[in-house]
T-cell receptor
Framework: DTAVSQTPKYLVTQMGNDKSIKCEQNLGHDTMYWYKQDSKKFLKIMFSYNNKELIINETVPNRFSPKSPDKAHLNLHINSLELGDSAVYFC??????????????FGPGTRLTVL | AQTVTQSQPEMSVQEAETVTLSCTYDTSESDYYLFWYKQPPSRQMILVIRQEAYKQQNATENRFSVNFQKAAKSFSLKISDSQLGDAAMYFCAYYRHKLSFGAGTTVTVRA
């Protein structure tokens, strides 16, 4: 059983298109995250949701919109894709966010390529 | 904002030998957690080890151990008896409500 899954694993699209990446966790966790890993492998948090409520929103263009239909799912929708959006996007989950102890478990990543 | 610094972009180790990866961080908090994650070529992020800042005892997980120096804000990872499967990028991360990652250290293991 995959704990944190993402679809698709690879996404190639043209500039200006709109695309979504889906994430699901079956760990029963309350908190989910989106991270971006750029071409230099630098990882940075984008968003975090706790029980479907947005709790972290880093400085991310508003073309990026996370949506959490329930606490097991956190999708990332990107409008008007740009070349600079090319990266690997990771979803992660943890039991909670207000308890410092929680370990985050990562999905396999989605490699997005914008042409 | 918390910053995490990994000063070694690359490290190479002979199989069965030991390698130590350095990590320093900046924080004004006293209660936080530190992690090492491994990212092999498959790109999956795998938790290697974690350390609670309030614990003085260094964490160990099989061949992986840390040297946590809270006053110096240093958190190094030691990989003992290195194996070919240890080859990966290793990220140090600071956690207090959110994870802040270092730039990573690429470890190659020579057979």
């Amino acid at each position: 059983d995959t704990a944190v899954s993402q679809t698709p694993k690879y996404l190639v699209t043209q500039m200006g298109n709109d695309k979504s990446i889906k994430c699901e966790q079956n760990l029963g966790h309350d908190t989910m995250y989106w991270y971006k890993q750029d071409s230099k492998k630098f990882l940075k948090i984008m968003f975090s949701y706790n029980n479907k409520e947005l709790i972290i929103n880093e400085t991310v263009p508003n073309r990026f919109s996370p949506k959490s239909p329930d606490k097991a799912h956190l999708n990332l929708h990107i409008n008007s894709l740009e070349l600079g959006d090319s990266a690997v996007y990771f979803c992660a989950s943890s039991q909670g966010w207000d308890r410092v102890a929680d370990t985050q478990y990562f999905g396999p990543g989605t490699r997005l390529t914008v042409l | 904002a918390q910053t995490v610094t990994q000063s070694q972009p690359e490290m190479s180790v002979q199989e069965a030998e030991t390698v130590t990866l350095s990590c320093t961080y900046d924080t004004s908090e006293s209660d936080y957690y530190l992690f090492w994650y491994k990212q092999p070529p498959s790109r999956q992020m795998i938790l290697v080890i974690r350390q609670e800042a309030y614990k003085q005892q260094n964490a160990t997980e099989n061949r992986f151990s840390v040297n946590f120096q809270k006053a110096a804000k240093s958190f190094s990872l030691k990989i003992s008896d290195s194996q070919l499967g240890d080859a990966a990028m290793y990220f140090c991360a600071y956690y207090r409500h959110k994870l802040s990652f270092g730039a990573g250290t690429t470890v190659t293991v020579r057979a």
